[in-house]
């Protein structure tokens, strides 16, 4: 139950309480999928990161227009963990199998994309650990390129999205920390 998840989450000092109370507030509406809710909604981010070689999996996403993590909108009846694995699946071609996977941190994001509904997400972020750089068959039709950054160019990359600066915040704490 979704209500659990956040529970959970809420235990992890380390979690913003006011963008916590957020996400309580959105789910006790009961409009909290793309489906019920088509401007604002929950989603799952996950970073495939490589701990040996402190290296990060980003995508340049096509709607988005910058380098963000992989991820995806919530289905109706589905938990963060499952749009991990759907949308690892279908965004990588790759089924996860025995990775470690380990919840990271929640982000609400304001999105302006135009021609489209949704305003905002709530996102789960999720670390998903390899041993080695897998080289992902990626969804070019949702990404224009894909691949694996040290911290540094990581980065780089991400200083181009403007339009998110609180996803960058996430990701430059996570490159820190290797």
């Known amino acids: 139950m979704l209500l659990d998840v956040l529970d959970t989450i809420g235990k992890n000092t380390s979690i913003n309480s006011k963008i916590l109370f957020q996400f309580y507030k959105l789910l006790q509406s009961n409009k909290f999928t793309r489906e019920t809710n088509p401007y604002r909604h929950f989603g799952s981010f996950f970073i495939p990161i490589n701990k040996v070689s402190k290296s990060i999996f980003l995508v340049n996403h096509r709607k988005a227009k910058c380098w963000i993590p992989p991820g995806g909108h919530l289905d109706d009846l589905e938990m963060p963990l499952d749009t991990l694995r759907r949308e ?31 305003s905002k997400h709530y996102d789960f972020w999720y670390l998903v650990n390899f041993d080695d750089l897998i080289n992902f068959e990626y969804d070019k039709r949702e990404f224009i390129e894909a691949s694996w950054f040290s911290g540094l160019k990581a980065l780089e990359k991400i200083k181009t999205n403007y339009k998110h600066p609180e996803q960058n915040v996430i990701i430059k704490r996570l490159i820190q920390s290797f």
């Not at 996860?96 to 941190?105: C, M």
């Not at 982000?107 to 021609?115: E, V, Y």
Request: hydrophobic share 30%.
């Open 88 to 118: 690892f699946s279908e965004e990588l071609t790759y089924e996860l199998a025995n990775e470690s996977i380990e919840f990271y941190d929640i982000s609400i994001s304001d999105i302006s994309n135009k021609g489209n509904l949704c």
